[in-house]
């Protein structure tokens, strides 16, 4: 089945600076790489998300970037600000048969003021 | 609109003891998902319904977990013979017609959570 490793677990940058979280995916039929953040005692929340059929995705600051050959897909938060510390969780799922969604284990984001 | 709403938010329970967890999706959504969230870890799936499909139940990690889905709604997810590693904090989420390639009706949208603590 599918399997999605997230790294680094933890990442600590200052204010200002830029974060990269990567992912890789085993299942070739993936093609769904949704994005979410899940701050201290709340529930997940959608970020960003990018289909197979593109490469990259930007909204603001932040952007999503998918290589499909050799299946792995990175976030990138720029200018980071401290509301931007939490935890940040990718994911992959199959858009045919169902739309089983397997999580990564999650990247715990610090920013320093 | 409401969100998704679960119920109870905290339950705690004997070893042994069956439970049962709800979860009411935003209204019109087609999809519905439970998930497992142990303390400081990612998101385990469990089971997925989808419409009138079978559900997915690949995730359940034993024969002591089992969820249903009345009238394409509310869904239930039952653990019998509760043991201490089934603590964890129960997610839903539903998302409105996965597949399609429409912005947003992928998106998920979690509860809040079941906190379940087995003593």
């Known amino acids: 089945g599918e399997n999605v490793e997230q790294h680094p677990s933890t990442l600590s940058v200052q204010e200002g600076d830029s974060a990269v979280i990567k992912c890789t995916y085993s299942d070739s039929a993936s093609n769904y790489f949704p994005w979410y953040k899940q701050e201290l005692g709340k529930r997940p929340q959608l970020i960003i998300d990018?289909?197979?059929?593109?490469g990259e995705k930007k909204d603001q600051r932040i952007a999503v970037t998918l290589n499909k050959t050799a299946k792995h897909f990175s976030l990138h938060i720029t200018e980071t600000q401290p509301e931007d510390s939490a935890v940040y969780f990718c994911?992959?799922?199959?858009?045919?048969?169902?739309?089983?969604?397997?999580f990564g284990a999650g990247t715990r984001l610090f920013v320093k003021a | 609109g409401a969100g998704v709403s679960q119920s109870p938010s905290n339950k705690v329970t004997e070893k042994g003891k069956d439970v049962e967890l709800r979860c009411d999706p935003i209204?019109?959504?087609?999809?519905l998902y439970w998930y497992r969230q142990s303390l400081g870890q990612g998101l385990e799936f469990l089971i997925y319904?989808?419409?009138?499909?079978?559900?997915?139940k690949s995730g359940l990690p034993s024969d002591r977990f089992s969820a249903e889905r009345t009238g394409g709604s509310v869904s239930t997810l039952t653990i019998q013979r509760t043991q201490q590693e089934d603590s964890a904090v129960y997610l839903c989420?539903?998302?409105?017609?996965?597949?399609?390639?429409?912005?947003?009706?992928?998106?998920?949208?979690f509860g809040p959570g079941t906190r379940l603590t087995v003593l």
């Open positions: 989420a539903s998302s409105l017609v996965p597949g399609y390639r429409d912005r947003g009706t992928d998106t998920q949208y």
């Open positions: 209204s019109g959504h087609t999809a």
């Open positions: 994911a992959a799922s199959i858009g045919t048969g169902g739309f089983k969604t397997i």
């Open positions: 990018i289909r197979s059929n593109v």
């Open positions: 319904f989808q419409g009138n499909s079978a559900p997915d």
